[in-house]
């Protein structure tokens, strides 16, 4: 019986990354800074942190990986203070892809190594060796010898932002060397060199024998070994030729029984390299690490555990829900969260999803004043929420203000012990006071903006708040502006970055400002009762008692609460989107557009400064120029990927418009994807959207794709995306394997928790009202126990989890021992020379753990 086809199983990849500081780097103070990369890649660059030892950057980045990796890398370089362009590498850290589930989630210090150049290697190469092959000499007489065929390579390593590279052959026998060189192939990373070499095996007399039978005197061909390496031919004149990697082939591995071999191999470093450096001690680096690999099956395999978490806002009491009882179970509350919130948004149930957990949570609170403000499923989950629905709403509300703090560059300091020379303190505090109400008035003028989602949320806290403290008249203020003002506001202003309010990470002069304005912010978010409360009460930092003098008055009190009235409103559930135009990506790229000139040249490439807001997309000379061409939103047809041969550059997407198109060069990857993906979104609901595209260029009068030669001809390839209105888009799917993949990591928790439900059903322990199931949870996040309001619905929902859960798991097994079977090992997908590249992770010990 033939086995069925394998499904269609999609291999997602994303990296969170918090990157913390580096100390031991060097004994005098100078500038440093860290980036990360993906194979060489550079994905992300940390500001530089100034005359330090020990630089302290504590910035996270978050992206999905676009692309299959081998190294995952950090490095810290540092900068010259005169020559500011002159920067050399301090040390780097290196991980393999299928080491990073190790370090999954833990903050750590990792030892800085030696950068050899060498060793800096990425990419593969496609080769062809054949054996046997006889030639007639001029004398008469046969010659035996090896051919090699270097095929393609691919992913190879750019240079100065070039990638001219060339491959040569290296026979390497007891008694000779012989290298021959391929041509070189310029302007890609996937070169196609297709050169064959032959080299000499051994001479015999011509006669009648057979053909394989070598004679063992001039060469043993267990000692011979074949060298294919690849370089980049730099057109610097001063860098020359520059190693990329390298393939040894020893003619005794390969079958000499079969007339051919030809598989691809990864490019590995140069051995005994001179350049090697020697020094080990070279300081460390702290970082976090959250990777994620998930293996996403069709919908259909997870509708039976979509439904139990699905239907979580429907069982009574919440405490046996699916979604409540992953919460429980996970180590940290927030990875339960994410997934939770995107997948309910998702169906369109985020609101009676958060409704039930408030309303749980809200039952277990005696005091009003602590509502909402410990770190259960609850709050996590609202927390990203509005960072999921509510990032544009920040945007608008903040940016304009953080920017003339930070352009401003004036101290605020008004503690009298961090005064420096020179500072007035009341000077300072009419600055700050100044700040605070620019910012005060910002948010408390932008309750009509805030998204409709995030109003129907807070109406539904208010709502269950009021239910549950009825006498307290306060109670439906303190408990949104915990999330609007603790949660949102206060720390979008006290790290913008994080936030992506700012490119680069405050100095200690803005920092400090931004700190001190965060505290009065949050201040004011805690003080919403209708009854003033003096400053003098506050015991802690009394040097801040000047500035709550200003601000905690009648006055500031009415604005929050009116503000707070607005956003937790019914009737402002459905107000209308905001109005103004909204930031959401700007940047460098280089540009192309395609007017009358229909050639190619180098010349049409220019860089230039991008900005997408939610209304147009502008390109310029620089981030202050004023735009030289805007593009409306709603004339965006399509947004894709070119192909790399229409003009032999990489990370390249183009603008579809009525008129005309604009190709567009991304930076890397990452960028590209980020670029792409953010303008897919908000030209999504368009009426006229493109269903097809060209994926490549119009060049010398015809489409490269298609060869047609009217240009007006449509596309002949499906645009992806469709027309739906503008929402933040969710793989469902996705975040199902990521739920499915939280409960299996936590399977243990899972037994013990449904051995104890049964045990205590069997023992007749069911009419106690709440019981506490010991669970034997670490960290410092959980309380040591769980309460069950209903032991035999709990029972039933815990078992029902399981048995998916281990149905799922078995259907990953079955998956990966598929495509490990008929996956040939030397083929692109599986080259030879690392055995991880396929199955690295959480997924490859699985063949083996479970």
């Known amino acids: ?126 080769v ?88 063992p005197i001039e060469e043993d061909i267990t000692k011979i070994e074949l060298k294919i390496s690849v370089w980049n031919n730099s057109s610097s004149a001063h860098i020359g030729e520059v190693f990329i990697g390298e393939v040894k082939i020893p003619l005794s591995a390969i079958d000499m029984s079969t007339a051919t071999h030809k598989a691809w191999y990864f490019l590995k470093p140069r051995e005994n390299s001179v350049n090697r450096p020697q020094k080990t001690d070279m300081g460390s680096l702290r970082v976090r690490i959250n990777y994620l690999e998930d293996q996403v099956f069709p919908s259909s395999y997870y509708n039976t555990l979509r439904d139990i978490i699905l239907k979580s806002p429907e069982v009574s009491p919440t405490s046996s829900s699916g979604a409540y009882i992953l919460g429980q179970v996970v180590r940290e509350r927030i990875d339960a969260a994410r997934p939770l919130v995107r997948l309910f948004y998702h169906h369109d149930q985020l609101t009676e999803f958060t ?79 100044d700040y605070v109400e620019k910012i005060f008035m910002s948010i408390v003028n932008s309750a009509m903006a805030c998204p409709r989602g995030m109003c129907k949320v807070f109406y539904a806290l208010k709502e269950e708040a009021k239910s549950h403290f009825p006498n307290n008249p306060d109670v439906k203020y303190s408990a949104v502006s915990g999330f609007v003002f603790l949660r949102f506001f206060a720390p979008a202003i006290l790290s913008p970055r994080l936030f992506k309010l700012r490119k680069d990470n405050p100095d200690t002069l803005v920092a400090r400002t931004l700190t001190l304005i965060s505290k009065a912010i949050q201040t004011l978010g805690n003080h919403v009762k209708k009854e003033v409360v003096s400053p003098t009460c506050v015991k802690k930092e009394s040097y801040m008692v000047p500035l709550y003098d200003s601000i905690l008055d009648a006055e500031h009190v009415t604005g929050i609460r009116r503000f707070l009235d607005i956003v937790s409103s019914s009737s402002n559930a459905n107000a209308k989107d905001p109005e103004a135009p909204i930031i959401l990506k700007e940047g460098y790229m280089i540009k192309r557009a395609q007017g009358r000139k229909k050639l190619f040249a180098v010349k049409n490439f220019k860089k230039r400064w991008f900005r997408l807001t939610n209304h147009e997309l502008t390109y310029s000379k620089g981030s202050e120029s004023s735009p030289l061409c805007t593009i409306s939103v709603d004339k965006i047809l399509a947004v894709e990927q070119v192909q790399e041969d229409s003009f032999h550059m990489q990370y390249m997407f183009q603008v579809i418009q009525p008129e005309r198109v604009l190709y567009v060069q991304a930076n890397n990857s990452v960028d590209e994807k980020q670029w792409g993906d953010v303008l897919s979104n908000i030209c999504r609901s368009n009426h006229d959207r493109l269903m097809t595209y060209h994926p490549a260029a119009y060049i010398n009068g015809q489409w490269m794709c298609c060869k047609c030669q009217s240009e007006s001809v449509e596309g002949c390839t499906p645009a992806s995306g469709s027309r739906t209105c503008l929402k933040v888009d969710v793989d469902s799917d996705r975040e199902m394997e990521r739920i499915h993949s939280l409960f299996l990591a936590n399977i243990d928790k899972l037994e013990k928790m449904r051995d104890d439900l049964a045990w205590e059903i069997y023992h007749g322990l069911t009419h106690l009202n709440s019981c506490v199931i010991d669970c034997v949870y ?42 490990q079977r008929e996956t040939e090992y030397g083929s692109e997908h599986s080259p030879i020379g690392d055995d991880n590249y396929m199955f690295g992770g959480q997924y490859g010990e699985l063949l083996t753990d479970r």
């Open 355 to 433: 409704k039930a957990l408030a309303k749980h949570e809200i039952a277990q609170t005696s005091d009003a004043n602590t509502i909402f403000r410990g770190n259960s499923l609850g709050t996590k989950c609202i927390d990203e929420y509005m960072k999921l629905e509510g990032m544009h709403y920040l945007h608008d509300t903040l940016k304009v203000n953080i920017d003339e703090i930070h352009d401003d560059h004036r101290s605020c300091e008004i503690d009298p012990t961090k005064l420096r020379d020179g500072e007035v303190l009341a000077d300072n505090l009419v600055k700050l006071k």
């Open 1 to 126: 019986m033939a086995e069925p086809p394998i499904p269609n199983v999609r291999i997602l990849e994303s990296l969170k990354i918090k990157i913390g500081e580096a100390k031991n780097l060097n004994s005098v103070a100078k500038d440093y800074y860290c980036c990360i990369k993906l194979d060489q890649e550079e994905v992300y660059r940390t500001a530089t942190q100034e005359k330090t030892e020990c630089p302290f950057w504590a910035e996270e980045c978050e992206f999905g990986v676009p692309k299959k990796f081998r190294i995952l890398a950090f490095y810290v370089y540092e900068r010259d203070r005169l020559l500011k362009r002159l920067e050399s590498i301090v040390g780097k850290v290196a991980l393999r892809r299928d080491e990073l589930h190790r370090h999954h989630g833990k903050e750590q210090w990792l030892p800085l190594t030696p950068v050899d150049p060498d060793s800096e290697v990425q990419g593969k190469v496609h």
């Open 778 to 819: 670490q960290g410092p996040e959980f309380e040591p126990h769980i309460h069950i309001e209903d032991h035999k619905s709990c029972y039933k929902t815990v078992q029902a989890i399981m048995n998916e859960v281990i149905v799922l798991e078995q259907e990953h097994k079955k998956y990966m021992m598929r495509v």
């Open 128 to 215: 062809e060796v054949r054996c046997g092959e006889t030639l007639i000499g001029d004398n008469g007489t046969s010659v035996n010898k090896v051919a090699v065929r270097v095929i393609e390579g691919s992913n190879l390593t750019i240079v100065n932002r070039h990638c001219d590279t060339f491959a040569t052959v290296t026979f390497c026998s007891p008694t000779r060397t012989e290298t021959k060189k391929t041509k070189i192939k310029r302007k890609s990373d996937h070169p196609q060199y297709d050169e064959t070499f032959l080299f000499e095996l051994v001479k015999h007399s011509n006669s009648h024998g057979d053909r394989y039978n070598f004679s």
